[in-house]
């Protein structure tokens, strides 16, 4: 029997969501049951493209006893009452990274996650990319050696925070919504947890040019409990004549070799007359058609969603969530990583070291 999933937020990434539950359908894994929208537009949309329930209140949806598992696709901020939410209604739920932008948060979810008996799993899709992969294997098998430093960058083009989250963006920052991508990717691959933060912000351009009052760039400086240090570079100010919406990047050394990968340019280039060059990574998502005609769509950024319909799925079939841990980023991998961003901005704040609890 297929799971039943509700998604909660069908805007710009949501409709990943939404695409991973349909084409799931097709294998008898996974159905999309409903959705809940705010915005009627959308929700219109979704209705005439998706044939599903689309409710307003979430928690209306949370009541259909049919639906086993939710996605959680919403403005960073609103994430924790959704996902309690969720949580006390029986539902597995998986949520877009960051879990939670506060540490209080983010235990409020997981105690609620662990009360109720239900996976919480975490969109930190970074750890499903084939390259990333293959770095984390070899790491892990010790051919780098012990881990001494590294650096990440991950830096969007200006209309992410001007045009696209123009609504959330001043509750966010290049920190909270790239960072934390990079922030658990370094954690699983080097299989330590932050101890030191240092970092530094600048803040102008957005705010006085875009009327977005939220940090153009933060640049943060992170010691690990095994004694490795890794330097995060993310700015959301990219003009928006750079060939990729994201540019991004990863840098790893150890006693016995280094690693570098550039997970921006993949080798596929174009240049069209209205777009100019650019470069697309098609190892995130990636758009074909199988043989009954049905659009498919594949890459990291779906299978990272389909990654947890499985998982219900095995739950379902009697797998405990015990014997699960460890193969998908969980509530606690987002708790961690949550820790890493709030010391980031409280170090961008104060100017000073601050230690990780």
Same mark, same amino acid.
Request: glycine share 8%; aromatic share 10%.
């Given at each position: 029997?297929?799971?039943?999933?509700? %998604?909660?937020?069908?805007?710009?990434?949501?409709?990943?969501?939404?695409?991973?539950? !349909?084409?799931?359908?097709?294998?008898?894994?996974?159905?999309?049951?409903?959705?809940?929208?705010?915005?009627?537009?959308?929700?219109?949309? *979704? @209705?005439?493209?998706?044939?599903?329930? *689309?409710?307003?209140?979430?928690?209306?949806?949370?009541?259909?006893?049919?639906?086993?598992?939710?996605?959680?696709?919403?403005?960073?901020?609103?994430?924790?009452?959704?996902? %309690?939410?969720?949580?006390?209604?029986?539902?597995?739920?998986?949520?877009?990274?960051?879990?939670?932008?506060? *540490?209080?948060?983010?235990?409020?979810? %997981?105690?609620?996650?662990?009360?109720?008996?239900?996976?919480?799993?975490?969109?930190? &899709?970074?750890?499903?990319?084939?390259?990333?992969?293959?770095? @984390? !294997?070899?790491?892990?098998?010790? @051919?780098?050696?012990?881990?001494?430093?590294?650096?990440?960058?991950?830096?969007?083009?200006?209309?992410?925070?001007?045009?696209?989250?123009?609504? /959330?963006?001043?509750?966010? =920052?290049? +920190?909270?919504?790239?960072?934390?991508?990079?922030?658990?990717?370094?954690?699983?691959?080097?299989?330590?947890?932050?101890?030191?933060?240092?970092?530094?912000? &600048?803040?102008? #351009?957005?705010?006085?040019?875009?009327?977005?009052?939220? /940090?153009?760039?933060?640049?943060?400086?992170?010691?690990?409990?095994?004694?490795?240090?890794?330097?995060?570079?993310?700015?959301?100010? #990219?003009?928006?004549?750079?060939?990729?919406? *994201?540019?991004?990047?990863?840098?790893?050394?150890?006693?016995?070799?280094?690693?570098?990968?550039?997970?921006?340019?993949?080798? =596929?280039?174009?240049?069209? %007359?209205?777009?100019?060059?650019?470069?697309?990574?098609?190892?995130?998502?990636?758009? =074909?058609?199988?043989?009954?005609? !049905?659009?498919?769509?594949?890459?990291?950024?779906?299978?990272?969603?389909?990654?947890?319909?499985?998982?219900?799925? +095995?739950?379902?079939?009697?797998?405990?969530?015990?014997?699960?841990?460890?193969?998908?980023?969980?509530?606690?991998?987002?708790?961690?990583?949550?820790?890493?961003?709030?010391?980031? &901005?409280?170090?961008?704040?104060?100017?000073?070291?601050? @230690?990780?609890?």
């Amino acid at each position: 029997m297929p799971i039943k999933v509700g %998604v909660v937020g069908a805007g710009i990434f949501g409709v990943n969501h939404l695409n991973a539950f !349909r084409q799931l359908s097709y294998l008898g894994v996974a159905e999309l049951g409903a959705v809940a929208e705010i915005n009627d537009e959308r929700a219109k949309w *979704v @209705e005439a493209n998706y044939g599903c329930p *689309v409710y307003r209140d979430y928690n209306e949806m949370f009541a259909d006893k049919s639906i086993d598992a939710v996605t959680v696709v919403t403005p960073d901020h609103l994430h924790r009452p959704i996902t %309690v939410a969720a949580a006390e209604a029986g539902k597995h739920v998986l949520v877009e990274k960051p879990l939670d932008v506060t *540490v209080e948060g983010c235990r409020a979810m %997981v105690d609620a996650a662990k009360k109720a008996n239900v996976l919480l799993q975490v969109d930190f &899709h970074k750890r499903y990319d084939p390259e990333h992969m293959a770095m @984390e !294997r070899r790491v892990a098998a010790g @051919e780098l050696g012990k881990v001494l430093y590294g650096s990440v960058c991950m830096e969007d083009r200006i209309e992410v925070p001007s045009e696209w989250l123009t609504a /959330w963006a001043p509750s966010s =920052s290049p +920190a909270w919504f790239l960072g934390t991508h990079f922030y658990d990717l370094v954690r699983w691959i080097i299989k330590s947890n932050a101890k030191t933060v240092y970092a530094k912000g &600048h803040k102008g #351009l957005l705010r006085d040019e875009y009327n977005v009052d939220t /940090w153009d760039a933060i640049n943060a400086t992170v010691e690990f409990e095994n004694g490795a240090v890794f330097t995060f570079a993310t700015s959301w100010i #990219l003009p928006k004549s750079f060939e990729a919406i *994201v540019n991004q990047e990863i840098r790893l050394v150890g006693v016995k070799g280094v690693w570098e990968i550039d997970t921006q340019y993949r080798g =596929s280039r174009s240049c069209m %007359v209205d777009e100019g060059m650019r470069t697309w990574n098609n190892n995130f998502t990636r758009e =074909s058609v199988d043989k009954q005609g !049905r659009t498919i769509y594949k890459g990291y950024g779906i299978e990272s969603i389909e990654d947890f319909a499985y998982n219900v799925q +095995a739950i379902k079939n009697g797998v405990t969530i015990e014997s699960l841990q460890g193969t998908y980023p969980s509530g606690e991998d987002g708790l961690e990583v949550t820790k890493i961003g709030v010391a980031v &901005h409280e170090s961008v704040k104060t100017g000073s070291v601050i @230690e990780l609890m």
